[in-house]
């Protein structure tokens, strides 16, 4: 005998399942109206944001109605105004000048640039001369005070090589960078080392002291000329003139070399020997080629050289790049 599917029990199931169908349905019933109210709302407010846009619009094209219709109501006094204004201003444009032509534009375009090169020009010259100034007066002013309780050397290079007296090449050196106001020294002081216990480095210290004193006057001689609102004459044209018009210089014209050889001055080795360090303000790559220098030895190896850079036409100072052994050259290397 079998058991029939339609008895209590499967009724009982088919009730609990439409009652889970009829739950989920009123679920989904709720969850979509909420949806609804949502997209109601949203869509409430957005309208809300337009009419309120809107209103803002109208308000704002009413206020500018009532200007234009203001200005309307006023338009036939402002004629009148305008239209008797007019006469006056006919006679006003009669009275004015001419415009100028071109040419006489550019004719006083032309002379104002004239004039501003020229104050230019005069300021520079002035600025170089208050300078040149204050570099005789600090000279004087650093030689002062060995004079005070010493008798007055013979001359000016001389008072100035007295301040030298060191027991190296090295030390005389030093002291000038301490004294010497218008030399920048740049030069590696070390190179000084291999010519110390040379049987000639007394004779060298000598020159390269009475060197460094000649330099010294010299540049200072050049800054009181210009300091006097003069110019530098052909006796300062550079340090070899310098030493030529001298009765009893201190460094013999002969030991100043004012150029190099063809070799030195133009080979990669000889130029880059010969490519030495200068402050930043003289040249912005802190290098210059030096060739002029100064015989401190003769002509027989190590012949020490001194090389330098004469900056006295701007700066007033003499940079010396390099003391010690003679260069690379075609005649002594």
């Known amino acids: 005998m079998s058991i ?14 439409s009652r ?22 949203k869509k409430a407010a957005k309208y809300k944001r337009r009419a309120e846009t809107e209103r803002d619009r109208r308000r704002e094209v009413e206020a500018q109605l009532r200007v234009c219709s203001k200005l309307l109501d006023e338009g036939p006094d402002l004629e009148a105004k305008l239209n008797s204004m007019i006469p006056d ?39 170089k001369e208050r300078d040149a100034a204050l570099r005789a007066r600090d000279a004087a002013i650093a030689r002062l005070q060995p004079r005070q309780n010493d008798e007055q050397p013979p001359g000016e290079a001389e008072a100035l ?15 000038a960078q301490c004294h010497y106001l218008a030399l920048v020294i740049t030069a590696d002081l070390d190179e000084t080392t291999k010519l110390e216990h040379h049987q000639k480095a007394p004779h060298w210290r000598n020159r390269l002291a009475a060197t460094l004193a000649t330099m010294q006057a ?58 030495l360090r200068v402050p930043e303000h003289i040249d912005p790559s802190g290098k210059a080629v030096m060739l002029e220098h100064i015989r401190i030895g003769d002509g027989a190896p190590p012949a ?29 290397n």
């Open 20 to 41: 889970v169908e009829l739950d989920r349905l009123s679920k989904a019933i709720d969850e979509s109206g909420k949806q609804l109210v949502e997209l109601y709302k």
């Open 304 to 332: 020490p050289r001194l090389h330098y850079l004469d900056d006295t036409d701007r700066s007033g100072t003499v940079v010396i790049g390099f003391f010690g052994d003679h260069l690379y050259n075609a005649g002594t």
């Open 4 to 17: 029939s599917p339609f008895g209590p029990a499967a009724d009982k199931a088919r009730a609990e399942d």
């Open 89 to 127: 201003l006919v006679r006003a444009a009669a009275c004015l000048p001419p415009p100028p032509e071109v040419s006489e534009l550019q004719a006083q375009l032309e002379a104002t640039e004239k004039d501003r090169d020229t104050f230019a020009e005069l300021l520079d010259t002035a600025t």
């Open 218 to 275: 010299y540049a200072e001689t050049k800054d009181l000329a210009r300091a006097r609102g003069g110019k530098a004459g052909p006796e300062l044209a550079n340090l070899k003139a310098y030493c030529a018009s001298q009765p009893f210089p201190l460094l013999a014209e002969g030991k100043v070399v004012v150029s190099e050889g063809q070799t030195a001055s133009s080979s990669p080795r000889g130029k880059a020997q010969r490519t």
């Open 161 to 175: 090589r007295a301040r030298l007296d060191a027991p190296t090449l090295r030390g005389v050196l030093e002291q």
